[in-house]
């Protein structure tokens, strides 16, 4: 059974940093892209980096360059979205997700449809 699960959320200041892990069962993080999304209040889920299985190609969103890294580690079946420099417009559900046909993509029209597993989200907020 494909199972993904997520900690690390909470509360955090502006300007600080937070280690999300997502942690797989029933395949290895080196076979699926993995994808980390989000969800704010009221909002619609965007994407936000994602890992290739094939290549460790990493896909990302605009506002988060520079700020966010997503790491993997295989042997430990975990994905790792590092988030610094946070601010309160990052706060959101975080979920990772896996898609079993590889694109390597998180940004694209209706992209979410693509990924085939999801954790059950865990809370982000960043606020002062």
């Known amino acids: 059974e494909v199972q993904l699960v997520e900690s690390g959320g909470g509360l955090v200041k502006p300007g600080g940093s937070l280690r999300l892990s997502c942690v797989v069962s029933?395949?290895?993080?080196?076979?699926?892209?993995i994808g980390w999304f989000r969800q704010a209040p009221g909002k619609e889920r965007e994407g936000v980096l994602s890992?290739?299985?094939?290549?460790?190609?990493?896909d990302y969103r605009d506002s988060v360059k520079d700020r966010f890294t997503i790491s993997r580690d295989n042997a430990m079946k975990t994905v790792y979205l590092q988030m610094n420099d946070l601010k309160p417009e990052d706060t959101a559900v975080y979920y990772c997700?896996?898609?079993?046909?590889?694109?390597?993509?998180?940004?694209?029209?209706?992209?979410?449809?693509?990924?085939?597993?999801w954790g059950q989200g865990t809370q982000v907020t960043v606020s002062s």
């Open positions: 890992i290739s299985a094939f290549d460790g190609r990493i």
């Open positions: 997700a896996a898609d079993p046909d590889d694109l390597g993509v998180i940004v694209g029209p209706e992209i979410e449809h693509e990924y085939d597993y």
């Open positions: 029933g395949f290895t993080v080196d076979t699926y892209t």
